[in-house]
């Protein structure tokens, strides 16, 4: 994906390959296969060209990082996709910065104290 | 079996779903035994569900023991039983709409982070997002994925950062997503106004401490504090507002306070969850069941 987002128009497969054989060894064959399944899931289109297939990616770079953003940060209270993944820190339950300061004072001086204790 | 049967068991199970869960969310213990904890809220759901279901059977199958009954009194039982399919209905229903829901949502998710992650050194095993907002979770599921974005990168040290992935690992690992994902099945499937958040809430804040245990052995308590506290700071989405689970100042106490393991308090309570599950089924289910398999040969 990231190789179709550098072309400037659709690719073929083998101009991907050319680009991605430049950095790793891949196989040619794993190329198409890649893209064939991009384009199923709707992430890239597949253009006929002649006897060939072009790609191009049907959706920019920041247009699925802000859809992935979207999910990854909904916290609608009871939607089923708050369950979808597990944040560090859920934002649905802000803290005020002060208590959060507190606490973390609070648990660096008790770990100092044991550091003095047990050398 | 007598016709006390029933109503012990409906007794049981609104014990079990009103003032058990409500003293279970107040208790301090589940804060030092957080594995037991959840051991124990698993044993209540499944020994109330069980008890609300046996009332329904056994009110319904009370009918067979009578040698005559009455017309009024075979329509009584019949709509018992009917009650407990609708009820097992409703669950399987919550169930495959949840288990879709929640399986295409992680499949969409984990296509995206493999598009658009990229490995760092500084998150190894990590999918890290080049994202404007710091951020950290994992996609639970197999396989799962640990993504973290690179404002979180930046904002914390190495030690932090490895504090965060072990957190999400923990996760990913002891697959807590099916604990949760069991609760919120029960949650859905009753109707709005008897149902109540208190177990799944309580759940997911119970799963939040094994992770966070899981992660103070890899790195110490101090960094996950750190990386608690500096990833806790980005500004919640208006509207968003549910003080429900535990904070993250909570879980910074939590550190502060309490031993990584504490096997004094979890035994009890291990034992506690099998007697939960164990005595009704025993006392009560063992007798109706002899009961109407004896009117039936």
Redesign the interface.
Known sequence: ?DQLWAFEGPATVRQVHDALSRTRDIAYTTVMTVLDRLAR?G?AEQLRDGRAYRYRPAVS?EE??A???H???D???GS??T???????????????E??????A???Q??ADDGDTQP | MTPATPVVLLVLALALTGPGPAALARARWPLRAPRAALVFWQAMALSALLAALGAGLSAATLVLVYQDPHPVVVALHSAALLLTLVVVARLLWSAHT?GT??RA??R??R???D??GRADARAPGADV?????P??????GVPSRV?ISTPAIDRLADDEVTA?LA??RA??RAR??LV??AF?VLHNAFPRFVRSRTALDATAGL?EML?DDAARRRSG??PL?????G???????PG??????????AR??R??HVPASAPLVSAPAYLAAAALFAIPTVAVAVPWLSAVTASLT
């Not at chain 1, 369950?83 to 910065?97: E, I, M, N, Y």
């Not at chain 2, 504090?225 to 506290?229: G, K, M, N, T, V």
């Not at chain 2, 990833?231 to 989405?237: Q, V």
């Open positions: 994906m899931k992430s770079r699925l990082t859809e992935l953003m999910q990854a940060l916290t609608v209270d089923d996709r369950l979808a993944l597990l944040r560090f820190v859920d934002s649905a339950t802000p803290d005020d910065a208590a959060l300061r507190a606490a973390l609070e648990l660096e008790r770990r | 949840l829901a929640l949502g992680r969409r998710q296509h995206l982070v598009l658009l997002l080049d994202a404007e907002r951020l950290a979770y994992c996609i639970p993504v965060v957190h999400e996760h990913a807590h997503d949760l994902e919120a799963v992770a308590d101090v504090a750190r990386a608690l506290a990833l806790s700071t980005a500004p919640a989405p968003a507002l549910a003080a429900t689970s535990v904070t993250p100042a910074i106490r550190l502060a």
